[in-house]
């Protein structure tokens, strides 16, 4: 009796270890499935957004989530997330009642790289990151530093990549010649050295307190981490302050003389 007694509790202990050791691999499973969704909800949205299309939490459960809507919430922030940093793309919930969300261009750029007539990628998330080293760097960053930062993103010059097409064209001529950028020699290097510096529609779109908001996310800190960045970004809210102010005032002005004035008859 002993020996089948204790025959039988090892056999249940058994048991319960290999039943503990298989949790882990269904953890493991669900992570994997979960992380399939977060890139076909990736794929909806980006179709979504070219088609200039609003999306319902209905939308995406019914065509994407599925049988996984209990994790919706956690599918669509890993979504988000990454939408922001590759794309630079916000997903944001516009109608609380219907949850409807849109995708807006992160900075209120007025650039993101696709033509209207063309399925392309945005390539927003691209500028952004270069605009940040730029930025980082004092506002003049060499070819080197901007590349350094791009090949940790598994960028490089030369090899074409899924999103963003031939990187080097994109950042020395297309983004060059939307006047995001500026590339130049660096003076009086010999051999040549280049050097990458903000264009003026960057300095007239992008808030640099916004831009430092988003790197320091990305670095999980805060902005206030980055002393001599944050007293700049400062300095240009400030600016574009004033500037908004003076444009409000002129307007003001111009309609006050414009209806003060009568035709002579």
């Known amino acids: 009796m002993e020996k089948s007694e204790g025959g039988s509790t090892s056999q249940e202990e058994m048991e319960q270890s290999s039943t503990l050791q298989s949790l882990p691999d269904l953890e493991n499973l669900h992570i994997d499935l979960l992380d399939e969704k977060v890139e076909l909800l990736i794929s909806f949205l980006l179709q979504k957004y070219q088609m200039r299309e609003p999306v319902t939490k209905a939308d995406m459960i019914g065509n994407v989530v599925k049988e996984y809507k209990d994790d919706f919430l956690e599918i669509l922030r890993?979504?988000?997330?990454?939408?922001?940093?590759?794309?630079?793309?916000?997903?944001?919930?516009?109608?609380?009642?219907?949850?409807?969300?849109?995708?807006?261009?992160?900075?209120?750029?007025?650039y993101n790289g696709m033509l209207s007539d063309q399925q392309g990628m945005p390539k927003t998330g691209l500028l952004i990151i270069i605009l940040g080293v730029v930025f980082m760097k004092g506002n003049c960053a060499t070819e080197e530093e901007v590349w350094k930062v791009l090949n940790m993103m598994d960028i490089y010059s030369g090899r074409k990549h899924f999103i963003f097409g031939e990187p080097r064209r994109l950042i020395t001529s297309d983004l060059v010649k939307e006047?995001?950028?500026?590339?130049?020699?660096?003076?009086?290097?010999?051999?040549?050295?280049?050097?990458?510096?903000?264009?003026?529609?960057?300095?007239?779109?992008?808030?640099?307190?916004?831009?430092l908001e988003f790197l320091a996310k990305i670095h999980g800190t805060n902005?206030?981490?980055?002393?001599?960045?944050?007293?700049?970004?400062?300095?240009?809210?400030?600016?574009?302050?004033r500037a908004r102010i003076e444009a409000a005032a002129g307007t003001s002005a111009m309609a006050s003389a414009s209806s003060g004035f009568s035709y002579p008859y």
């Not at 979504?79 to 940093?85: D, F, G, I, N």
């Not at 130049?184 to 307190?209: C, I, N």
């Not at 902005?223 to 302050?241: C, M, N, V």
């Open 179 to 211: 006047r995001y950028l500026e590339y130049q020699q660096v003076p009086t290097s010999d051999p040549p050295r280049y050097e990458f510096l903000w264009g003026p529609r960057a300095h007239a779109e992008v808030s640099k307190m916004k831009l």
């Open 78 to 110: 890993s979504a988000s997330e990454r939408m922001e940093l590759v794309f630079g793309l916000d997903v944001k919930e516009v109608d609380p009642i219907s949850h409807s969300y849109t995708l807006a261009n992160k900075l209120d750029l007025t």
């Open 223 to 241: 902005p206030k981490s980055f002393p001599s960045q944050y007293e700049e970004a400062l300095r240009d809210e400030e600016e574009r302050a």
